[in-house]
């Protein structure tokens, strides 16, 4: 089984904005939600539940459903990056991202994984396995992809199950489970990426029109 299990909404093109942007490391949670969060947390309680529950169908499912809402998350895009103009794309990617992992590790709970249980996994891995789910994750931002990784490279496909067992899944028999768990670090990784593009957009892009 390979990484390539999160289904990707497009590719990501960013025209007329090439600011190079540093491929994202694990780091410390901190007080204020990244962008993603925010922009997920932003949609009411009960379209959440029902994204969520698409969810339980399929990815397809979640991804059509969490689409239909784009409306209210475009609205809420200004407050979560903090600057107006956000390319589409990344808010949409940071949001997928936030809740995939929602949707995942609600999955994962009979296994006694959370949420912040993942992102401790996450934090503690292997560098190699970590740069494998990043090296999957940016396939989506198509020519954006190598700025990203910034040279990063996946060293062994293998190194990202190292997570599963210190999530103390087994590929063989636990594969619902281990699925969901790989499904969830790899939007970890795509989630990372969304929220430097949209740091690097905060700090680089354009100044709006009339500005």
Same mark, same amino acid.
């Given at each position: 089984m390979t990484l390539r299990m999160l289904a990707a909404l497009a590719v990501a093109t960013a025209a007329g904005w090439t600011q190079p942007v540093m491929a994202q490391t694990a780091t410390a949670p901190s007080a204020r939600p990244s962008p993603g969060d925010c922009l997920w947390n932003a949609?009411?309680?009960a379209d959440r539940a029902e994204v969520l529950t698409a969810y339980g169908r399929d990815? *397809?499912? %979640? #991804?059509? %459903?969490? =689409?239909?809402? *784009?409306k209210a998350i475009q609205a809420a895009a200004a407050a979560c990056v903090g600057r107006e103009g956000a390319p589409r794309l990344f808010v +949409? @990617? !940071? #949001? #997928?991202? &936030?809740?995939?992992? %929602? =949707?995942?590790? +609600?999955? $994962? =709970?009979?296994?006694? $994984? #959370?949420? /912040?249980?993942l992102r401790t996994l996450w *934090? +503690? %891995? /292997?560098? &190699? =396995?970590? !740069?494998? @789910?990043?090296?999957n994750a940016a396939r989506v931002y198509g020519p954006m992809a190598e700025k990203l990784l910034n040279g990063e490279t996946c060293p062994d496909q293998k190194a990202a199950q190292t997570v599963l067992a210190a999530a103390r899944l087994d590929l063989a028999k636990d594969t619902a489970q281990a699925a969901q768990a790989l499904i969830h670090f790899n939007a970890i990784a795509q989630g990372e990426q969304a929220d430097a593009l949209l740091a690097a957009f905060v700090r680089y892009g354009p100044t709006p029109a009339g500005s």
């Amino acid at each position: 089984m390979t990484l390539r299990m999160l289904a990707a909404l497009a590719v990501a093109t960013a025209a007329g904005w090439t600011q190079p942007v540093m491929a994202q490391t694990a780091t410390a949670p901190s007080a204020r939600p990244s962008p993603g969060d925010c922009l997920w947390n932003a949609l009411p309680e009960a379209d959440r539940a029902e994204v969520l529950t698409a969810y339980g169908r399929d990815m *397809n499912s %979640a #991804t059509k %459903a969490l =689409a239909s809402r *784009n409306k209210a998350i475009q609205a809420a895009a200004a407050a979560c990056v903090g600057r107006e103009g956000a390319p589409r794309l990344f808010v +949409q @990617f !940071a #949001t #997928t991202s &936030a809740m995939i992992r %929602a =949707a995942s590790a +609600q999955r $994962l =709970a009979p296994a006694g $994984l #959370t949420s /912040d249980g993942l992102r401790t996994l996450w *934090n +503690q %891995a /292997d560098p &190699a =396995a970590r !740069a494998c @789910f990043r090296v999957n994750a940016a396939r989506v931002y198509g020519p954006m992809a190598e700025k990203l990784l910034n040279g990063e490279t996946c060293p062994d496909q293998k190194a990202a199950q190292t997570v599963l067992a210190a999530a103390r899944l087994d590929l063989a028999k636990d594969t619902a489970q281990a699925a969901q768990a790989l499904i969830h670090f790899n939007a970890i990784a795509q989630g990372e990426q969304a929220d430097a593009l949209l740091a690097a957009f905060v700090r680089y892009g354009p100044t709006p029109a009339g500005s």
